[in-house]
């Protein structure tokens, strides 16, 4: 079991290092402080209805589009199947950069293996991979 300060209808910080049980929190913080206990599954950032019972109180956080929720870290990451990451999709460059080495498409930047030019389909991971925009400036030490 963890032990979660809620505020606002969230479980905002995992106590659990801190104390060990909801009476110690009760001793060692404000008298309006909530604590509760959780599962071992829930992470910080779920949200908490303070009328369900059980686990039923904590609500797992809904997963935006285009990402997948890790249980075991309770983060999100895009999803590797993503239209703009599948290494299947075909996507067509917008922009090119530094003579087609660097293009954007879909507000990603790529690096190409070859030339790239605006208006050409290409296939990441056939003949280009998606590249954070801190490498690519670095790459041309700016």
Known sequence: MKI?????GFCWWDATATVHSVEEA??????DCVFVE???YVHEGWGY???AEDDARFLRPE???GYIYDDGSGTFSP???DSMGNSNASIIAENNISGGKYFT??????QSTGTITKGET????VNCTEISVADALNALDI
């Open 4 to 8: 979660f300060q809620i505020v606002n």
């Open 26 to 31: 009760a001793e060692m913080f404000a008298p």
């Open 38 to 40: 959780a599962p071992d």
């Open 49 to 51: 209805d303070e009328t």
């Open 63 to 65: 997963t935006p589009e």
């Open 79 to 81: 999803t590797p199947d």
């Open 105 to 110: 498409a879909g507000g990603r930047l790529y």
């Open 122 to 125: 290409i296939s990441p991971g």
